[in-house]
């Protein structure tokens, strides 16, 4: 198939590389680009835990450690994940403990009131959140605190490349993969700013998720969706055709 990857490059590049083992013919065009701020760290010794709804907080964190001392100090915290990206992200960083939560703000902030016994969790997050976590923790015996140190910017435009693709009548388009709502919204506003009429056919979308695919099948188009939120699922959805 030809497959269109709209993750982050960082992201976007391995995740091709595995596609194109398969057999797929793949296009990069992202739907957002992460930019890291330097908003400050608390001391390590005032956190008992840390929070993470995403891979790129993870990231982003991780880009703070100095040195071995740094990351020591940090990992010896539990880490909250909100699903098997986030936690993957974690493995890489060979964390010590990692509690999994089923990919949503629910589960996460259910999983914390179960397991978590100290005073005060940091969530790390981006500056736009699918999920209001303190919310759905108001009523905990602990104190959460959000540390915004990255931001999802919206791309302003396809790539030449994608653009040309989705309306190419001779080799189609013929999948996007979409790994979350906001990347969903973002390619549909450029697909109906760009694109709109000039496809003679939607490309399918694979989703990682249910709440992706109800955004995506609400705009016309068809869906696949991955049997769990990782990215081995979606390799398993591609691998199908």
Known sequence: MRLLLTRPTADAVPLAEQLAAQGH???????IHIEANDTPLPAPDTVQALVFTSANGVKA??????????????????????GPQTCAALAKLQWP??????????SLATRLRDTFEGERVLHIAGRHQ????AASLAEASFEI??????????????????????????????????????????FLSL????I??????????????PPIAEKMQSAGFDTRTAQTPDNQAML???ARR
């Open 25 to 31: 013919d793949i296009l990069i065009s992202p739907a």
């Open 236 to 238: 398993a959805l591609t």
């Open 97 to 106: 403990t990692v509690h999994q939560a089923a990919g949503d703000v629910a």
């Open 61 to 82: 964190m991780a880009a703070r450690f100095r040195d071995k001392r740094d990351y020591a100090q940090w990992a010896s915290k539990p880490a909250y994940a909100v």
């Open 130 to 133: 699918a999920g209001d976590l």
């Open 145 to 186: 605190d959000k540390l915004v140190l990255y931001e999802a910017v919206a791309a302003e435009a396809l790539t030449p490349m994608a653009e040309f693709a989705l309306c190419d009548p001779e080799a189609p388009l013929e999948g996007v993969l979409l790994y979350s709502k906001r990347s969903a919204q973002i």
């Open 191 to 194: 697909y109906r700013a760009h």
């Open 196 to 209: 709109g009429e000039k496809s003679q056919a939607k490309p399918v979308a694979y989703c990682l998720s």
